[in-house]
């Protein structure tokens, strides 16, 4: 099993560029998540998918979307980056409640 | 709501122990404890669910006071290798969602 991986691995945009991060599991998870993670802010969430069809927001969603093409895939999308979104994205995903999250090596993102 | 840690950062040397507190002003249901080294992806330790279930290495302890809303971590004789930023996540009772607190750093020395 490769568990979680995520493309690119690193990426520099300019400012207004569009860009889609991609994230696939081949654990059968139902649930997926995309975080962003800051110097000091911890692992904050931007959105996730509870099961196949369907997406939620989380804690830091503006300037996003996600789209949860099949079970296995869940993609971000940055529509116009800003300096801002600079930061480390880590997709994750676990079999539901109460279970293990299992994150990908991350995608580190520089917007000039 | 993002949990709380505390402390922000500890300094440890080599066989000391150290706990790691995560606190929510929201009832937890379940608690989710990783370790992220420098460069690299968190990996899991331990989760405790309400009710006393739990799932983690044997090596790891932890305690869950559902009444409090308070999780701790307990490292005892530290090592090297346990040095890196530890986080909790939390999970409410109906919605599948994990969130995060801030990180306590923990460097353990010589």
């Known amino acids: 099993n490769a568990g979680v991986t995520q493309t690119p691995k690193f990426q520099v945009l300019k400012t207004g560029q569009s860009m889609t991060l991609q994230c696939a599991q081949d654990?059968?998870?139902?649930?997926m998540y995309w975080y962003r993670q800051d110097p000091g802010m911890g692992l904050r969430l931007i959105y996730y998918?509870?099961?196949?069809?369907?997406?939620d927001k989380g804690e830091v969603p503006n300037g996003y979307n996600v789209s949860r093409l099949n079970k296995r895939e869940f993609s971000l999308r940055l529509e116009s980056a800003a300096p801002s979104q600079t930061s480390v994205y880590f997709c994750?995903?676990?079999?539901?409640?109460?279970?293990?999250?299992?994150f990908g090596p991350g995608t580190r993102l520089t917007v000039l | 709501q993002q949990p709380v840690q505390s402390p922000q950062a500890v300094i440890l040397r080599e066989g000391e122990d150290a706990v790691i507190n995560c606190s929510s002003s929201?009832?937890?249901?379940?608690v989710h404890w990783y370790r992220q080294k420098h460069g690299e992806a968190p990996v899991f330790l331990m989760i405790?669910?309400?009710?006393?279930e739990q799932k983690g290495h044997e090596k790891i302890s932890a305690s869950f006071n559902e009444k409090k809303q308070q999780s701790s971590l307990y490292l005892t004789a530290s090592q090297l290798s346990y040095s890196g930023t530890y986080f909790c996540?939390?999970?409410?009772?109906?919605?599948?969602?994990?969130?995060f607190g801030p990180g306590t750093s923990l460097s353990v020395i010589p």
């Open positions: 994750a995903s676990h079999l539901g409640w109460g279970d293990t999250q299992y």
């Open positions: 654990m059968n998870h139902n649930s």
């Open positions: 998918s509870a099961s196949e069809g369907t997406t």
């Open positions: 929201k009832a937890l249901y379940s």
């Open positions: 405790l669910l309400k009710g006393g």
């Open positions: 996540g939390t999970e409410g009772p109906s919605y599948d969602k994990v969130i």
